[in-house]
């Protein structure tokens, strides 16, 4: 199978890589939604996780809201790994055209990325809900600029807000257009470490017409049969191995 996946890339002109969860859970980053995610987590506020995260909740109760964002949401001292490093050099080989991420860590960027298409947004992207001013991370998390855990604009003193797609908030359009063309354009889709029933980014995949498609996942997906190409395996260890990082 290893050696079929390399004969798709080595012949691919255009690649498309569409990610979930499983690309993070390698750099130690929780999967959401796993027996052991997020979605099952304790928490102190007798609510879960998807309620504590939405955009009401969020308006209404920002202090609990940063607190527990802050708690489980960032993790600073992730690292890319390998399935980010790979696909990082195959976008600088000119063979990449774009990686479409549900993730939020911005780890595709830290790892060489260029064309990222942040579905849900980013922790590492904030922006002042008054004044728009943006911020990165490192100020959203210094506590001298927040208000308890709150973090205010240090030139209108408005709410930070990270860009991140809260529950009942729309994806951004443009970034969702650009995810569209990328897919549309490919010659080979390569989708990993993602279940693909999370919708409207799961959807996303009816977009490819092109030659190839792979799909690199732990466990079964709803596409597997439609694929050309099913790996049940890590994607970073797929990809580590495949294009040799």
Known sequence: MYEELKKIIDDGKKIVFFGGAGVSTESNIPDFRSADGLYNANTKYGMSPEALISHSYFMGHMQNFFEYYKENMIFPEAKPNKAHLALAKLEQEGKLIGVVTQNIDGLHQV??????????????????????????????????????????????GGVVKPV??????????????????????????????????????????????????????????????????????????????????
């Open 111 to 156: 790892a060489g990325s260029k064309k990222v298409y942040e579905l849900h947004g980013s922790v590492r992207k904030n922006r002042c809900m008054d004044c728009g001013k943006s911020f990165d991370l490192d100020y959203v998390l210094d506590p001298q600029n927040c208000d308890g855990a709150v973090p205010k604009c240090d030139a209108c």
């Open 164 to 245: 991140v797609v809260l529950y009942e908030e729309a994806l951004d359009d443009t970034i969702v257009s650009g995810a569209v063309r990328a897919i549309s354009d490919a010659d080979v889709m390569i989708v990993g470490g993602t279940s693909l029933v999370v919708y409207p980014a799961a959807g996303l995949i009816n977009y490819f017409r092109g030659k190839h498609l792979v799909l690199i996942n732990r466990d079964a997906t709803p596409y597997d049969s439609q694929a050309d190409l099913v790996i049940h395996d890590s994607i970073g260890k797929v990809l580590g191995e495949v294009v040799g990082v």
